[in-house]
């Protein structure tokens, strides 16, 4: 493995248990932790797909978190499942996306990591230079600040690019350094750097394959306690490859058969390649020239599909060994031929990857020189920028100044021209109610003393008249008839004189006048009084009577109750009224713009008071009204 990657929180939990945890948990930092963990047992398992859709998943997530360390972790699993799956360029790219963002953050670690993981891809699209490059930049950020795990690593991957070019001397040198400097013995980086290094053994011109078996049992262990299978299917291909040439054929079918079953020829089709090849040269060994003629097929169909060069020159070469081997020489020439066109095809691409290197190099150079002179530019552009914004902001300073002063004098005059219109319009009221008032009481006493005496001595009259006079039967029911008129009409008068100025409201104070109106037959209506009773000012005693009698009235024809409360909070600064009922409720919104409870409103907002309704359909009907006592 090429790419450092991080140790997820819940690594050792099976992905059963993983997965159960995903419908309760919430859209956090810990469920941007627990998809990277899915997606690394996935990975772990060879599958790359579901793999990289929960990385891609705890990205979004943690970019919508601005969760930085998530984005990155996130982003750097997702890139090496690119390069696992050859998409070497999409890998850098998501990694130079990373790298700008850690530079942005001044997170040093972090830009470290990006350019070692980029140099990965570079090494594996075989730019060896600039491989190098990038993992030197990284290793001195790692060494300067004692990183001794990072630098380990980072020594393996530098022992892999001298393998590559066939200095494995250096290669294992680099190797040993590896192993030295990292601490965690039992991790997937120490288990991969065992793997690398036996590679690196078996090279050698003799090999020391006694050693590189030895590291590849280590790794196999570790690959076991972490559960993790593509580590295992390296190092059973690694032992196919060293037992084959021992000549322990059965062994090392066995071992590439481990490899084949998690490496699947779409997820894996490099390593596939080598574990079925080394199945081949089993079956050739075995004079099994039709099986193994198979797997080097399969082999080259899987290279072609996959435009794996090395792979697909590895599967002609052994047809023309197995051409040889069975005496088939117009296939061996046919296999020579293709042979030698795939190596020069090798060869052209290898010095395009030079120029394409090179190329790479060149443009990153000049556009390192573009930034360097567009910096300049900037620093001076900056200077005079921030002159004149310093002067436009003065200016800006001076209007703000000024356009706020003005629209805080606007805003005041508007406020004490409100103030004014609601002073006049409350005065307007309370004139025009102290009338109402005053004309209530002349009407009702001129009803009580002058039609009401009036009716009264008329009735003392016929009374006497009855006395003297004589009827028959019809002028008697027809006197008594206009008596009862004449009772019904004195009735009416009193009662029409009550609702003008209730007598007992004038005499007796609020609390007797609301007591008698709720004083019904069928108890409906339930009146409570709370706190003193002392005379008020006759207009706020006569608004209290006003209101309570209208909401009392609205809910005996309107509400359907079967009980109203009427209570009266009387304290030393404040008077409460508070009408309930257990009736059919209203829709507020509509009916609460009525003309009954508009004139209430008036009312009470005529004495500074304050009115407050409340009501629901099916619910009741709850109003509640308050006044200050001067």
């Not at 008129?485 to 009550?498: A, F, G, H, P």
Request: charged fraction near 25%; glycine fraction near 6%; hydrophobic fraction near 45%.
């Amino acid at each position: 493995m090429f790419f450092i990657l991080y140790a997820s929180v819940a690594q050792a939990a099976p992905l059963d248990s993983l997965l159960q945890l995903l419908p309760h948990t919430k859209e956090d930092t810990a469920a941007v932790l627990l998809y990277i963990d899915i997606g690394e047992n996935y990975r772990k398992s060879g599958k790359l797909q579901p793999a990289a859709e929960y990385h891609l998943k705890a990205q979004a997530l943690s970019g919508k978190l601005n969760y930085l360390h998530g984005l990155y972790y996130a982003s750097d699993y997702y890139s090496f499942i690119l390069y696992q799956q050859g998409k070497y360029d999409e890998a850098i790219a998501q990694n130079k996306k990373m790298l700008a963002l850690a530079h942005k953050h001044s997170d040093n670690y972090q830009a470290a990591i990006e350019q070692w993981n980029i140099g990965a891809c570079y090494l594996l699209k075989g730019f060896n230079e600039t491989a190098m490059s990038c993992y030197l930049e990284a290793l001195e950020y790692f060494e300067d600040n004692d990183y001794r795990e990072e630098t380990g690593q980072l020594y393996n991957q530098i022992k892999s690019i001298y393998a590559l070019i066939g200095k494995y001397d250096y290669a294992i040198r680099y190797g040993q350094k590896s192993l030295e400097m990292q601490t965690d013995t039992l991790s997937d980086a120490f288990g991969y750097s065992l793997q690398s290094l036996a590679t690196s053994y078996h090279s050698l011109r003799p090999p020391e394959d006694e050693k590189a078996l030895a590291c590849l049992q280590k790794a196999l262990r570790i690959a076991s306690l972490n559960n993790n299978a593509v580590l295992e299917a390296n190092v059973h291909n690694a032992m196919g490859n060293i037992l084959f040439r021992q000549n322990r054929t059965d062994e090392s079918a066995v071992e590439y058969l481990k490899a084949i079953a998690v490496f699947k020829a779409d997820a894996y089709p490099r390593e596939f390649c080598v574990a079925n090849i080394g199945l081949g040269k089993v079956a050739m060994f075995r004079k099994k020239f039709a099986e193994a003629e198979a797997a080097a097929n399969r082999n080259l169909q899987i290279a072609q599909s996959h435009g794996i060069r090395s792979e697909e020159k590895n599967a002609i070469s052994f047809l023309w060994e197995l051409a040889a081997a069975r005496g088939d020489f117009a296939a061996r020439n046919r296999w020579k031929v293709a042979l030698d066109s795939v190596q020069a095809i090798l060869v052209n691409e290898s010095m395009l990857r030079a120029v394409e290197e090179l190329n790479v190099k060149y443009e990153t150079e000049r556009k390192e020189l573009q930034i360097q002179a567009l910096e300049k530019e900037r620093a001076l552009l900056r200077g005079l920028s921030i002159a004149v914004v310093a002067v436009l902001l003065l200016a800006l300073a001076a209007l703000f100044l000024l356009w706020r002063w003005i629209e805080q004098k606007r805003l005041f005059m508007e406020r004490e021209i409100m103030r004014l219109e609601q002073e006049k319009l409350l005065i307007a009221t309370q004139s025009q109610l102290d009338g109402e008032l005053k004309e209530r009481i002349r009407i009702a006493r001129d009803l009580h003393d002058g039609l009401g005496g009036m009716l009264t001595g008329l009735k003392l009259n016929l009374e006497s008249v009855r006395q003297v006079a004589s009827f028959d039967n019809l002028g008697v029911d027809r006197f008594n008839n206009a008596i009862k008129i004449l009772d019904d009409s004195m009735l009416e008068l009193r009662r029409v004189s009550n609702h003008l100025m209730p007598d007992a409201l004038s005499k007796h104070g609020l609390r007797k006048a609301v007591a008698e109106f709720c004083n019904v037959p069928s108890g409906k209506i339930v009146f409570d009084w709370y706190g003193s009773d002392e005379r008020l000012k006759p207009q706020l005693e006569e608004v209290v009577y006003r209101i309570s009698y209208e909401l009392v009235n609205n809910a005996l024809k309107h509400a359907r109750a079967s009980q109203i409360q009427v209570q009266i909070m009387q304290e030393l600064h404040r008077i409460a009224l508070i009408v309930q009922d257990n009736g059919v409720g209203f829709d507020t919104s509509i009916a609460g713009k009525g003309m009954g409870l508009g004139n209430i409103r008036t009312r009470v907002a005529s004495l500074g008071g304050h009115f407050h309704i409340s009501s629901e359909i099916g619910g009741g009907t709850e109003a509640i009204a308050e006044f200050v006592i001067e």
